[in-house]
């Protein structure tokens, strides 16, 4: 329900004996073991699991596993794994409190915990939010990363370290305690996320040597199943503001408060070896469509909030609604939604296309909400690579250009890796980028020798986008044009050569 703010700023911290506020049961036995314990899991996963075990209860509690940070998980000890979800909207403010972590840790710390934990029996549903840039795999290739060191040391054996390497050796474990039936659902934005990993970790199994995964692969045959998911929801970083907040909402101190936007969707592959929580209580939806779902998220949402992010950055603006409240970027997004991305989409059974672009910009246009356009522009190089390419060979193969598409890379390439001599601005410093350091590690000779660098060289965005002469020409054009003339006069120069008159949907 709405709450109205309280000037107060209380000190006691949310635990289950403050009778004031009004707090979930206490979950049952923990049937969830989750990777990633960051703000999207804590905002989205736990907010439906929550919901599935008001509806019909269950052993659905959650283990949270942070991968290093220990601030999320002290700050859950502290306060009986409570914690408050902030849904901002320019209407007002709902708080809701999960519930549903029984523990966390951190795995630098415990590795081999977490392997025991996927080997243990109770434990029958292992979700994962560990982004497009923790599963080690090559962007070039689609196939895991065996160079990484991460890997190599986790086929050499000890405690594992990569998120690959724990569900391998955790495989392995339960394999050898007995195999009970398991389901491992990735909840990032890879294209068919559950294909995706368990090809990931039958290639790390494959790799050790003398047959050594010969028991968990015929483990995997017939017990364990990897369904697809797409996930969506809008999930800034929380900041001291959003504290101080809460605190005077909820009358005591939450130190991990995590706002959202009202909008969420979950759409799932019902297949599941152990059992599932009843997810659809909080509206999740099970479906054969999961790619059609995907390719609606991570093309019109996803390719759309890059740019907005990389044109924002460069025009020196902190958050995306105020990035799309700039009449060229509005333009250029409703561009590159429409004309690129859309005509590379087949919307779902019973999905209205155009109400959906109607709520992606209201959506961005939340100035309640304020997601920032570093938080969105980081880790472009894993996560461009999930959305651009697939659309680049669609236009193109019709004999199309994606101009706007263009666009993303080469401010993509302008925030994270400038030329000598250009600024890029506070925003597009700030965020962070795998592929920064290699794209920076020799002076480029203008905006082609970078296209091709990051392109071609590294085939940040994959083998096919790197063939396409074109296209990686014109990005290096638009890099040149930003720095030189202005990210202006590469969006107008973008939308004159798309011909576009798009405007934003009303």
């Known amino acids: 329900m709405p709450i109205t703010d309280d000037p107060s700023r209380p000190t006691a911290r949310l635990r289950r004996t403050l009778s004031s506020v009004a707090l979930p049961p206490v979950p049952g036995a923990a049937g969830i073991l989750h990777l990633g314990l960051g703000s999207f899991h804590r905002a989205h996963q736990a907010v439906y699991t929550a919901a599935a075990l008001r509806a019909e209860g269950g052993d659905w509690g959650i283990v949270g596993v942070a991968s290093r940070s220990h601030r999320v998980v002290d700050a859950l000890h502290a306060q009986d794994h409570l914690y408050a979800v902030a849904t901002i909207s320019p209407g007002g403010t709902t708080l809701d409190i999960p519930g549903v972590h029984t523990d966390s840790y951190v795995a630098a710390d415990d590795p081999a915990r ?9 434990t029958r549903v292992v979700t994962l939010t560990v982004t497009e840039n923790g599963y080690s795999y090559s962007s070039a290739t689609q196939h895991l990363d065996v160079t990484d060191p991460r890997v190599l040391a986790d086929l050499r054996g000890g405690a594992p370290t990569s998120t690959i390497g724990q569900l391998a050796r955790g495989l392995q474990a339960r394999a050898a305690a007995g195999g009970a039936p398991l389901s491992i659902l990735s909840c990032d934005n890879l294209q068919s996320n559950g294909t995706h990993t368990e090809k990931l970790v039958r290639e790390f199994l494959h790799e050790l040597a003398d047959a050594e995964g010969a028991d968990a692969l015929s483990y995997l045959d017939r017990a364990v199943t990897f369904p697809s998911s797409m996930v969506d929801r809008i999930v800034p970083s929380t900041t001291a503001a959003l504290a101080d907040r809460v605190a005077g909402l909820l009358g005591v101190r939450d130190e991990i408060p995590v706002p959202a936007e009202p909008f969420t969707m979950w759409a ?3 297949r599941f070896a152990g059992g599932r929580p009843a ?10 469509e999961v790619g059609a779902y995907e390719q609606l998220k991570v093309r019109l949402l996803n390719g759309t909030h890059s740019l907005i992010a990389y044109l924002g950055a460069l025009r020196g603006v902190p958050t995306i609604p105020d990035a799309i409240a700039l009449a060229d970027i509005e333009a250029a997004a409703a561009a590159v939604l429409r004309g690129e991305y859309e005509p590379s989409v087949t919307a779902p059974a ?23 356009t570093s938080q969105v522009g980081s880790d472009g190089s894993a996560k461009l690579g999930q959305r651009i390419p697939g659309p680049i060979a669609h236009a193109l193969d019709r004999g199309e250009f994606p101009h706007l ?14 030329p000598a001599g250009f600024d890029p601005g506070p925003y597009a410093e700030a965020m962070t980028d795998p592929a920064r350091e290699r794209l920076t590690a020799v002076p480029t000779r203008g905006g082609r020798d970078l296209a091709h660098r990051a392109v071609v060289g590294l085939r940040l965005f994959g083998d096919d986008v790197a063939h396409r002469t074109a296209f990686v020409d014109r ?27 798009a405007h934003p949907a009303t």
């Open 475 to 501: 990005v290096g054009d638009l890099v040149d044009l930003i720095v030189q003339r202005g990210v202006e006069s590469a969006i107008a120069d973008s939308l004159a050569a798309a011909g576009s008159l």
């Open 350 to 372: 019973g999905v209205d296309i155009e109400q959906y672009e109607r709520e992606l910009f209201a959506r961005w246009g939340n100035s309640a909400l304020g997601h920032r």
């Open 279 to 288: 997810w659809e209580a909080g509206g999740a939806v099970f479906t054969d």
């Open 405 to 418: 598409i263009a666009l993303t890379v080469a401010a993509y390439l302008a925030c994270i890796a400038p």
């Open 268 to 270: 799932i592959e019902d």
């Open 114 to 122: 977490v392997v025991a934990d996927l080997a243990a029996p109770s």
